[in-house]
């Protein structure tokens, strides 16, 4: 799982086998070691939620899908899930959940494997 922070914005890339584990075990995780802390992010498949939700707490960023999405998301071809969470102080935190694509061209060193193909990848090689 990839996590990017801009602003008041998050996006989280998932890849197949993450996607997979959302769907089965209703959550995926990961953390980052800081040595004296760390910093965990997880996106959790959520039965009483209507819209995709983000909290903070204890070192932790929880970002809530309605199992509703989660299915869609798992038999169709849609590719990202995007919402806007109105906060308390009356700002906005921009969500963006996405299957996390391989590359059109291969980079060195990097493990695409468990990435879903790319769409464009078929026209770029010419193949229908």
Known sequence: MKLRIRGNSIRIRVTQSELDEIGMD?????????????LTYALVRDAFDNEPSATFRENVITLRLPAGTVREWLDTDLVSIRATQRLD??????????????????????????????????????HS
């Open 26 to 38: 209703g959550e995926v995780r990961e953390s980052v070691d800081f040595g004296d802390s760390r």
């Open 89 to 126: 102080n009356g700002g906005e935190l921009q969500l963006l959940i996405e299957k996390d694509f391989a590359c059109l061209e291969p980079r060195p060193g990097e493990d695409e494997s468990d990435m879903f193909p790319h769409p464009e990848a078929a026209g770029k090689w010419g």
